[in-house]
């Protein structure tokens, strides 16, 4: 947030007066259907979070919609640091009420499922020098990290499947490249449990300029890249790059693997390699989470595991033990379906296959029988064989 600052401070003499037009130009444009007339007729005014440079508040529309309004923080570190080193109230204010003006119109220009929608601003300078600016928002709640690690895999998964749809629409927006500078989870509010960034002060959509690709270095505390300076003195892709390796390092690391279906495992593996290794872009990390949902949403994922092969059946003879097994001479349980079979042949290394037999336990459950082995098959037109398909000769997915 602080980054630009001292330069964007630094021309309050001399660019006061284009600002000063940017600011008016900005304030015309108000396509929101919310504008300045509707601010006294809020209720309801709570707070809701604050910033080094902004606060928002939830207030209630005359209908009872709620709303988020941010304006500057007066209070908030940039200001007072600000204040604190130049002793120029007035300036600062205007400066952090710049930004929030930026931000707007981001807002306004970028939208998105995955960005947070603005309903209106109000730009008063009638108070000038003292700049009232305020964005009218779509309610969102804060990301929780923690609270996010105890939701199901599916929530986790969809969260990270937002976040990279909205990082291909930036990587592909109209203002071309956008990239979130300051990228941190508190930049994020949920919505219906979809993740939509609100904080947008700190985006640009400048593409770092080049002579060679040693210019061109992507640095984080763990890693960095270096990406290729292109003929026309671009970095290749690098706003697109410095956005997609800051989801794999706070968000994908902590909700993409954990409790997983385990033969998604593979694929995810796939995904946080590639995308931590800034081998795969935008577009292929999201076709890569298009291909787990589909498997997911299709159930494929569990027939990947076992090629069934129809018309046979297993002779019963000595196999592997399991307890509480309902036959003396190998692995025989009680199941609901064949995919709680996969699940128990999944849980025992010595399974190789299994059929689901016709006899039933007094509760109507089909007994099956677990073989580390696939000899003895006889053809019985009525059954099927499950065969685990060797972790060596898995299909890639
Ligand atoms: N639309 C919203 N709905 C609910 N809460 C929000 C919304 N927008 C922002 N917030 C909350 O307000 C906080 C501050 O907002 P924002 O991040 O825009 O301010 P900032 O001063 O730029 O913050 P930072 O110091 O992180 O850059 C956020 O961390 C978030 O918790
Ligand atoms: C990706 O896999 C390779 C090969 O196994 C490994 O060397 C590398 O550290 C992995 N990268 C990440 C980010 O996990
Ligand atoms: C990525 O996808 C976008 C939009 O779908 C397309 O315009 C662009 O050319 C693709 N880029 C690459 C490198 O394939």
Redesign the pocket.
Known sequence: SRRRFTLMLSGVGHAGCRRHRDLMRLGRSRPGRLGCADLSRLSGLGFLGSGFTKMVLRAALPGGEVIALKAVHWAGSEVSGCVQRYGHPAGCYRLAAYKLLKEATLLQRLRHPGIIKLHGQCYDNSLDPDIRVTAMLELGSPLEMIQLLQTPWEERFKICRSLVKLL?YL??SPLGSVVLLDFQPRQFVMVDGNLKVTDMDDASSEELSCKEDNDCTLDFPTKSFTLQCTTAGKCEGINEKKNLFNAYRYFFTYLLPHTAPSSLQPILSDILNATGDLRY???ETLGAFEKVLHLYKSGLYLQKKYISLMGFHTMESQDYKCWPSYSHQGCMLSVHSAEEAAAICNSHPQCQSFIITHQRTWTGRHLALFRSSLTDLIPDFNAVVYIKRSSTSRERL
Do not use: D, R
């Open positions: 291909h990587a592909h872009g935008i577009n």
